[in-house]
């Protein structure tokens, strides 16, 4: 079956490290995305790819780093500059960088806790 | 700036009763409108989404929204709610951004408990 895997499911870290949260998708999209839910939050993304080897800053990517070096890969940093990195990272797809006409696909996502 | 805002934090309904759940937006144009289902743990799964056309919008599971543009709103509903529909519900409008293909901006959620 076709989807979004986003591993692992719980990540545990101490405060000042590094941390990568993985992405992988089979759907063959071209566009992929990565947001941050917080408890009684809206969705909010942090940053996305149209294409391989392109990347864009959302609405809050300070303290996170991406690459896009695989069209099926799109891997999520958190920093240690990020101020208050626990929370639900959900990954997502879209056949094409038009998210108005081509429906996001989310991961079941990970939550990350920073301790 | 485009915004949602969906009133109802969490509501709870009888198994078998109507559903229905707010969504307001603020756009200067015509918006693209979306309403999403996220479970427990997982991921969000598309239910709907009005582009144009027919203000009354049939989704999956049963469920439909309505556009109002006098309103600006776009509100969820279901004639008969099973308890495998508890979970959260997020509505978000989508807007072209001037050179990027657009962004989604997300409500903050309303939570469904379903009462046997």
């Known amino acids: 079956d076709g989807g979004i895997t986003q591993s692992p499911k719980y990540l545990f870290r101490k405060e000042g490290q590094n941390v990568t949260l993985s992405c992988e998708q089979n759907l063959n999209h071209d566009a992929m995305y990565w947001y941050r839910q917080d408890p009684g939050q809206g969705l909010r993304l942090i940053y996305y790819s149209q294409i391989v080897n392109d990347f864009q800053k959302g609405d809050i990517a300070e303290g996170y780093s991406v690459s896009r070096e695989k069209k099926e890969s799109f891997p999520l940093t958190v920093t240690s500059a990020q101020k208050n990195p626990t929370a639900f990272y959900l990954c997502?797809?879209?056949?094409?960088?038009?998210?108005?006409?081509?429906?996001?696909?989310f991961g079941n996502g990970t939550r990350l806790t920073v301790t | 700036a485009q915004s949602v805002t969906q009133p109802d934090i969490h509501i709870t309904v009888s198994e078998g009763a109507s559903l229905e759940l707010r969504c307001n937006y603020s756009?200067?144009?015509?918006?693209?409108l979306f309403w999403y289902v996220q479970s427990p743990g997982q991921g969000l799964q598309l239910l709907l989404k009005y582009f144009s056309g027919d203000t009354l919008v049939q989704g999956i599971k049963g469920f439909e929204a309505e556009f109002k543009r006098s309103q600006s709103s776009f509100n969820l509903r279901k004639p008969s709610v099973h308890w495998s529909d508890a979970a959260e519900y997020f509505c978000?409008?989508?807007?072209?951004?001037?050179?990027?293909?657009?962004?989604?901006?997300f409500g903050k959620g309303t939570k469904l408990s379903v009462k046997p």
């Open positions: 756009y200067g144009a015509t918006p693209y």
């Open positions: 978000a409008v989508g807007a072209y951004k001037r050179g990027s293909q657009g962004n989604l901006i």
């Open positions: 997502a797809s879209s056949m094409d960088g038009q998210v108005l006409n081509s429906p996001l696909h």
